[in-house]
């Protein structure tokens, strides 16, 4: 089982910076990658920035350029380092991990920290 714990969120004005955290615990050797997905009222939930074991990254068209994701292995920990904010960033922000077991994606999700960015 893997256990993942989110913290950072907050309230910042517009083009403000915050960084998330996401701490893993549990049986994290099979993770096969980790990621940040938000969800606004009303919307879909959607990927906003994700790094797989051999530390590929990618990013949602909205917030390349703006976002940074990283891990600190030792740590067991990745982060989400969020600049330039905007109000439509405003979202609940989950941490994600994911596993490939038997060809079928099995994901582990955070309880999701807050991210508000107003004026």
């Known amino acids: 089982q893997v256990q993942l714990v989110e913290s950072g969120g907050g309230l910042v004005q517009p083009g403000g910076s915050l960084r998330l955290s996401c701490a893993a615990s549990g049986t994290i050797f099979s993770i096969n990658a980790m990621g940040w997905y938000r969800q606004a009222p009303g919307k879909q939930r959607e990927l906003v920035a994700g790094?797989?074991?051999?530390?590929?990254?990618n990013y949602a068209d909205s917030v390349n350029g703006r976002f940074t994701i990283s891990r600190d292995n030792a740590k067991n920990t990745v982060y989400l380092q969020m600049n330039s904010l905007k109000p439509e960033d405003t979202a609940v922000y989950y941490c994600?991990?994911?596993?490939?077991?038997?060809?079928?994606?099995?994901?582990?999700w955070g309880q999701g920290t807050q991210v508000t960015v107003s004026s």
């Open positions: 790094i797989t074991s051999g530390g590929t990254t």
């Open positions: 994600n991990a994911r596993r490939v077991v038997g060809g079928t994606d099995e994901d582990y």
